[in-house]
């Protein structure tokens, strides 16, 4: 077995090469990549097969559904491969440009950030979106999936090796650690010198983790306490749409809507609404109201943690406020700062909201789960950055490069 | 005494306040800030002497001066606060803007950071500039000077704190910490929730510290192994110049020349030349020669760590090797990322360098000792950022902002 350092240091021999890559043989061996997913399909699947039963009663229904492969999803990985291709270079854009008083010509362009570790769980197309994005941004990636998901992921990398053996590139621009236990992610968290940028995509406790523990640069993704704000001024159409559609279209993903905020005013007249609309859908959803709240509709009553919790259920924690300030203040002290919107027919209302609330994603009459690269229109994307440091809500290719200043003169000195 | 998780305390209950002032309060504030440090001159000189009084013999010469204070030295403070207010806001900028095919106008606008702690060592005017700097881009500061300054910069805070006053703001926009032991220091690095971002500003092993044991987003700063590479091509009289500028005229910064590659063919002719420009100066420089340069010109044997060391004192290493590739190589092993630099008149040695380099500043035929926000016109500078997170090379006002979205619409869902 390789260990993780042996592997470190194979990634770390790869980024000059990975850094300089031409546009041209980027999207070449993306191409190729998406190609050679289709034809190891086969091992792939079967590969996969293994890794569900294996995993089979060791984790949840939903865990096993998001790790199971079919045709289908490889042709879909396959396809956001190619998509990857189609999205301009992020690396050597010139960024600013201006010539001193001095005659120094003064260049700012977009470079790669070189090795880009990522500890993701037990989705399959995170292999193939991650290491498609590194590779189009200029880095190397090395990628430690979860234990359950392992064998899938590696015959994934191995599809992928096989695109850049054939293109004459080197296979080390894709790594995968051989190691799933957590040796291999504290390894990687302390890699300086080695790994350039850490992502973890996971649950809470793997952030948590990644605060505690790293050592090298880390961009903490996906935790999402969205707040959706109705305001005294709010349509009641639009909030009824707009709440069912953030608590239930996908309640399992990090931007959809774990707590509703209800400006005093309105709340006698928009709560029982509220209460028949999420009864009513296919999947009802409970409520979990604070005293007032609860003095007026039926649910359950809110416990301690309630407003601080990501559900990613069918479960929304109620709260009545009064105004938008307050409003802004209870999000200030409880959301994680990744989603939150506010319905109102008041611009100075939203215009207060979208001004004073500091999350990465801030919304008027949207739901909050448009969060989202393809959405955003940044092409797929690497994750939902919750910190403030580099990148923030949505990463997509640009968000994967830094940048370096080019300085061209005729002999100055200072 | 003030515990420092009490100042975290009101540091964080003031991010609101600071993120939300508009351009002109801050501005009168600026001015405000440096009116104050004159008027209040004789306790910050009293107080200085103090440290100095207190500091001599325990810290070098040179540490001293740095600590100590004039009366043209507060002038300079005073006018470096005036300079940024005069500076755009950075807070506000609308970075881009586009109307999705559903309706959604996304709107990606720049803001405050939130609470920055900043750890430094013994110069005052880092206070005041820090102050200043995070002030301007909607941030409260909480500033960690070393013990020997800790006098000094107390005093200067009291100055700011009582501007702020007179403005009717917050004093808790301009904190210090009380104390000045290592734990400090330590309880900055582990503050999360409090700390959105720590800038170490210092040597080493400040750095080193905070790499090993933050657990608050960081940025790493100022450690600079800086190159100068003169290739076969170099014009001799330029790169004698560029040598002798970047070596000696502040040997004790970041930004000075530590090693110098000569490229093969040349060695022979340039060698004894650059020993002669080196030593007639007014200080001479010692030469840390390979064993290939050694054997034509005298100098001192370079030693197994002279490549991997940054001097900050009239010493530079030097490296015969062949030519811009291997260089370039020599620079990936050794460098910090700061700054390099290349001697020649080949358009394509110089193009070569440029590209393959992979540091925050990378020059043709210009002293490194440019590497510096002033110079590269962003105003007076947070110090260099060596890592390639968030930013990179001398940080202006833009660096020490984040981003968020604005998403406005009318009811959509997804």
């Not at 590696?154 to 051989?178: C, G, M, W, Y």
């Not at 279209?249 to 005093?264: G, Q």
């Amino acid at each position: 077995m390789k260990t993780t350092v042996d592997i470190l240091k194979e990634a770390r021999m790869t980024k000059a090469c990975a850094a300089g890559l031409s546009t041209e043989t980027k999207n070449a061996l993306l191409n190729a990549m998406a190609d050679s997913l289709i034809d190891c399909s086969d091992r792939i699947l079967s590969e996969n097969k293994a890794d569900l039963e294996a995993a089979k009663g060791k984790i949840t229904e939903v865990m096993l559904d998001r790790l199971a492969l079919s045709e289908k999803r490889l042709n879909d990985m396959a396809d956001a491969i190619r998509e990857v291709a189609v999205h301009p270079d992020p690396v050597g854009r010139i960024l600013s440009e201006t010539e001193r008083p001095n005659g120094l010509r003064i260049q700012k362009i977009s470079v790669a950030i070189g090795v880009v570790a990522i500890i993701y769980e037990s989705r399959p197309n995170v292999t193939a979106d991650a290491a498609a994005l590194l590779l189009k941004s200029g880095n190397v990636c090395v990628l430690r999936p979860g234990k359950e998901a392992w064998r899938s992921a590696k015959a994934i990398v191995d599809a992928l090796r096989d695109a850049a053996k054939k293109q004459n590139l080197p296979e080390t621009l894709f790594n995968i650690t051989e190691d799933t236990t957590r040796k291999s992610a504290q390894e990687l968290m302390g890699a300086v010198g080695y790994v350039d940028l850490l992502i973890p995509r996971g649950g809470a406790g793997l952030i948590a983790a990644c605060v505690e523990d790293a050592k090298v640069p880390c961009i903490e993704t996906g935790t999402g306490i969205c707040h959706l704000y109705i305001d005294r001024a709010a349509d009641f159409e639009k909030a009824l749409s707009i709440i069912e559609n953030a608590k239930t279209s996908r309640p399992s993903v990090c931007n959809a809507a774990e707590v509703c905020l209800i400006d005093r005013p309105i709340a006698k007249s928009f709560l029982p609404l509220l209460q028949k609309r999420l009864l009513s859908g296919k999947h009802p959803v409970e409520l979990r109201l604070d005293t007032e709240a609860a003095g007026i509709i039926d649910g359950t009553p809110a416990g301690e943690n309630d407003f601080d919790t990501e559900f990613l259920d069918y479960i929304l924690a109620v709260r009545i406020i009064d105004g938008v300030k307050e409003a802004t203040e209870h999000i200030a002290r409880h959301s994680t700062g990744h989603s939150e919107s506010i319905i109102t027919e008041d611009p100075l209302a939203a215009e207060y909201f979208l001004k004073n609330v500091d999350s990465a994603a801030v919304y008027h009459n949207v739901s909050t789960r448009f969060t989202d690269g393809g959405e955003f229109g940044l092409g797929c994307e690497m994750g939902i950055s919750t910190q403030k440091l580099h990148a923030r809500g949505p990463m997509g290719l640009e968000a994967l490069c830094s940048y370096k200043y080019l300085i061209r003169g005729n002999g100055q000195i200072r």
